[in-house]
């Protein structure tokens, strides 16, 4: 491997609180990823809902980590495990956990829409506000009247 | 396909109790406390006179579906328990955007919309109201991803999260 060192990016215009929310919602989506991988497990019904689930949320981390490797910053890495916040053992428990993911998610994004510095975060992220509402939904969620930002409006 | 997301499952069950210290999955999704307030100085004119239009907009098309959810109701009686919660979630997106900030001269947030027909059947009425629900969050989206002020566009994110979410909850 050759050991060509690594352009400094240029310092970007979206680097600051846009940055920081942007990789708030990374460091959700990995958070997420890895909650589905545990939810899916204890879902064996709705396997393949989970797995679309999980699918959708790899693709939305690809596309928000390119974002801000785009913006000239280092995309935050997933941990190596993550501690979950209720024990998950039977399908009620994974789609509360699934819930919470999509809540929790919900609000970092709702977050990002307000600080996202270029078009493209916006749009990534005002769509995963309306994906992450949903989906809380379909986990049996509580209908809200502003999904990532009841109780800040 | 889950019996091998099981067995990894387990592993990292294990992984978790040996790893000291690792991050609590709430935590690395603790909602941000952030204001999302705008608190840098407001825009050019042009765009803050471009964020009244789509707030006088976004509040139009709460009026309509609020409209909408009043006339189903009193049609069929037996859909008003179904549809009230939701109807309450529009009472909130109209209170919130009428509240934050300035709306065109001489509008009035209490104009009243013209009753729209409701279908003879309660499912095709209820089907009407999911279709309504999900244009307007259509609409909420593209007014998001145009708005100039960050609370505006975070406010219509969120307004069209709530109605893409009632679209499912009707469907």
Not at chain 2, 108 to 127: K, M
């Amino acid at each position: 491997m050759t050991t060509t060192p690594a352009p400094t990016p240029a310092p970007s215009p979206s680097a600051g609180p846009g940055l920081d929310a942007a990789q708030a919602a990374l460091a959700g989506e990995h958070a997420c990823v890895y909650g589905y991988g545990v939810a899916g497990a204890h879902l064996p019904d709705r396997a393949e809902e989970a797995l679309g689930a999980l699918t959708a949320h790899r693709s939305r981390r690809d596309a928000l980590t390119a974002l801000i490797v785009a913006a000239g910053a280092e995309p935050g890495a997933a941990e190596p495990g993550y501690a979950l916040p209720s024990p998950v053992t039977d399908p009620a428990s994974a789609q509360a956990l699934a819930v919470l993911l999509e809540q929790r998610l919900g609000a970092l994004y709702a977050d990002l829409v307000g600080a996202a510095a270029t078009p493209e975060l916006r749009e990534l992220a005002v769509r995963a506000v309306v994906a992450s509402s949903v989906q809380a939904l379909t986990w049996g969620g509580a209908p809200s009247a502003f999904p990532g930002l009841d109780g800040r409006v | 396909m889950w019996s091998v997301t099981q067995r990894v499952d387990e592993g990292r069950r294990r992984l978790l109790a040996l790893v000291a210290g690792a991050p609590v999955l709430g935590a690395a999704l603790a909602a941000c406390a952030a204001d999302p307030r705008p608190k840098a100085a407001p825009g050019p004119r042009s765009a803050l006179d471009a964020d009244v239009k789509l707030r006088w907009r976004a509040v139009r098309s709460e009026q309509t579906l609020l409209a909408l959810h009043a006339a189903v109701a009193a049609a069929h009686p037996d859909l008003a328990a179904t549809l009230q919660p939701l109807t309450a979630h529009h009472d909130e997106h109209l209170a919130a955007l009428v509240a934050d900030g300035p709306l065109p001269y001489g509008f009035s947030p209490d104009a009243v919309v013209a009753a729209p027909e409701v279908a003879g059947d309660a499912a095709g009425a209820l089907a009407a109201v999911a279709a309504a629900e999900r244009a307007a969050a259509d609409t909420c989206v593209a007014a998001s991803l145009a708005a100039a002020g960050p609370r505006l566009a975070a406010v219509l994110a969120t307004i069209a999260g709530s109605e893409a979410g009632h679209g499912v909850v009707l469907a």
